[in-house]
């Protein structure tokens, strides 16, 4: 099966995975003082500054996503940010019982997310965007 210039599949890709991170970033902000407990708590350096950081990353890179602009860059930026934030916030093997099966959960999601990103990283965001509609045509 051949790839279709244009199809509409990476556009309701873009619309399925921008959520998770502009909600997540949203969260952040308007919980900020709980987020705050949980950057202490993973020893994060400046926690107030890499909470604001942290939203934005989600914020900007997911809706650099949802519209396809700059997908590529935002998809390689939200990728490298889930590295650390999966192995720092979700370190199931530290934990068990209840703890434990939602830490795995949440790992698992975040590996599955990168997925995605990754394709989008090496795709594009496909005909249905910014992106797009900003490439030279041939």
């Known amino acids: ?40 708590a993973a020893h994060l350096p400046l926690p107030k500054v890499s909470l604001v950081c942290a939203a934005a990353i989600e914020i900007l890179g997911g809706l650099a996503i949802l519209t396809g602009f700059h997908t590529k860059l935002a998809a390689w930026i939200l990728f490298l940010f889930l590295i650390p934030t999966t192995f720092l916030f979700h370190n199931f093997w530290t934990m068990q019982g209840a703890d434990f099966q939602n830490n795995v959960s949440h790992f698992e999601k975040n590996v599955a997310i990168m997925g995605g990103l990754l394709i989008l990283a090496a795709f594009g965001a496909g005909a249905y965007s910014i992106d797009s509609s900003r490439a030279p045509k041939s």
């Open 1 to 40: 099966m051949s790839n279709s210039s244009g199809s509409v599949v990476p556009l309701i890709g873009r619309i399925l995975i921008s959520p998770v991170f502009i909600l997540s970033g949203i969260y952040k902000i308007t919980a900020f003082s709980t987020m705050m407990g949980y950057a202490a």
